[in-house]
């Protein structure tokens, strides 16, 4: 079975450099060298903070039970974690938009690199601040980088398609070659040279500090809309009626709830069905071939979004499609092939059919992430960007705290189930998005080809 696994990584492995290599001038926009230092300023440190979020996660339950927690205990770790990012760290996200996106990227290295120190104290209290404080920093990662960039971006006078590079090298690095590194990096400190399962957490917090330093001295602030001086609560319903306004972005948080729900839910569920009577799998290895699939997935996007066509609201209705479908296969080979009572062992035959499935749904992750995020530049208005995405984030953690609190009541098919019917949701929504987008097209198009005649009469009369 070690052949196998090996097989599947080095497939991944010659398709995405295959992909990279082959890439030709219609495949590349055209840049200037002030953009592509804009953007490699960015990745770098894009890339530091995702090193300290990568190297975290492998080793956090891992740390927990070597403290002697219990499943249960560790269980409510980690719903605070996804609470605190609902609760305050959709309050702290939001503060981006009005204290700047600078600033708020800033807290975010701070806030995490405070929860890594807490890890080293076994007191259950102390590694609850900690969770507290990684859900708030969790909810920063994920709105104040992305909104300082799309500032930014603007404001330097960069061309509008140029952020699709920036989106899909980010997903290219962030989440998938530096994944990999960060947990072959975190297996060396912990198991090679004896470190402990403290140690990956002091490293990130390390990287932390020098993309915070990197950011202090290199990056510009921004702003939703300095020159309003309304409160956090006139905040949040001027966000909370932009969203009831407008059907598109109402659409497009649905859809990111509806798939970013799946997938948390995925990297729960993923290890039992794999091995559902205790089979011997390496899930470092794993975990490093569903990255493969994920950088698979966000070179195949940095194609799709240098072409005019097809549009990104049409073709991510396909992928949405086949996430559903690969979800459904821990069903299909439960129905088809007869489960084994047999304890132990390698891999199953099912169990290797879930995992080409579960690398494909990886695969399209890595197209969602750079997708969502050229989506969300362009519906998602500049002076509320940071909130109105924290307020996408509130469905989603709520999702996954019910999930967490209940992992144990269903049977894992059932909770596959679940999760493609969402994702079939989403595609359903994505087609609604689609269909308005294009019936707003043409009357833009109308309007600017009136403006157009309007100013040229004069030169027609004369």
Known sequence: MEVLYFLIF????????????????????????????????????????????WLQGPYVYYLYST????????GQLFIAGFGSSMLFGTIVGSLADKQGRKRACVTYCITYILSCITKHSPQYKVLMLGRVLGGIATSLLFSAFESWLVAEHNKRGFDQQWLSITFSKAIFLGNGLIAIVSGLFGNLLVDTLGFGPVAPFDAAACFLAIGMAIILGSWGENYGDPSDNKSLLMQFKGAAV???????????????????????TFVFLWTPALSPNDEEIPHGFIFATFMLASMLGSSIASR??????????SYMQIVFMISA??????????????????KGGSISF??????AGFCTFEACVGIFWPSIMKMRSQYIPEEARSTIMNFFRIPLNIFVCVV????????????????SIFLFMAAVLQRRLMVISENQKPKQQDWTALDTDQEAQPLNDS
């Open 350 to 355: 099912s169990g290797t059919i879930q995992l």
């Open 404 to 419: 967490l609190y209940n992992v144990n009541a269903f049977p894992i098919t059932v909770m596959f189930g679940m999760c």
């Open 325 to 342: 479908a690969t979800l459904l296969l821990p069903i299909i080979t439960n129905f088809l092939i007869p489960p084994s009572n047999v």
């Open 242 to 264: 932009a969203i009831a306004s407008d059907e598109k972005i109402a659409l497009l948080g649905a859809i990111q709830s509806l798939f970013e729900g799946s997938m948390y």
């Open 67 to 74: 403290y002697g927690y219990s499943k249960g205990e560790i």
């Open 304 to 313: 799709l979004l240098a072409h005019s066509s097809p549009r990104v609201e």
């Open 10 to 53: 080095g497939a991944l492995s010659v398709v995405v450099a295959a992909l990279e290599l082959s890439k030709t001038s219609k495949d590349r926009i055209n840049t200037t060298s002030a953009f592509n230092a804009f953007k490699n300023n960015y990745l770098l440190v894009y890339s530091l903070m995702m090193a300290g979020d």
